[in-house]
Nanobody
Framework: VQLQASGGGLVPSGGSLRLSCTGS????????IGWYRQVPGEGVELVAA???????DYADSVKGRFTISRDNASYTVYLQMNSLKPEDTAVYYC?????????????????WGQGTQVTVSS
């Protein structure tokens, strides 16, 4: 299954964006999906994840501000980002839920793709 992230942009601090992650086929619906982000010089960070049956979890830094959801009919996972802060600026990727450690996350067997840039101005 291939995944495509979209929806990034430039917003002011306190603003909102909704990112979309679209899968290429129905296998997408059976996979746990994560939204990740990366800033230059740092590892990939898991921001939020959702299981195939809709259970979610979030990084502490985004709890209460970001919401992950999925629409199986359209093979899409969304990340609604509210109350954005300049420190949320990063390239955001969607991918299968992978393995994360202190140095970052990896998803064996899956490419990261181009991601989508989110820039929050102060």
């Amino acid at each position: 299954v291939q995944l495509q992230a979209s929806g990034g942009g430039l917003v002011p601090s306190g603003g909102s964006l909704r990112l979309s992650c679209t899968g290429s086929n129905r296998i997408f619906n059976s996979k746990p999906i994560g939204w990740y982000r990366q800033v230059p010089g740092e590892g990939v960070e898991l921001v939020a994840a959702i299981t195939s049956d809709g259970r979610t979890d979030y990084a502490d830094s985004v709890k209460g501000r970001f919401t992950i959801s999925r629409d199986n009919a359209s093979y899409t996972v969304y990340l609604q980002m509210n109350s954005l802060k300049p420190e949320d600026t990063a390239v955001y990727y969607c991918n299968i839920r992978g393995y994360c450690s202190g140095s970052g996350c990896t998803v064996p067997g899956y490419d990261w793709g181009q991601g989508t840039q989110v820039t929050v101005s102060s």
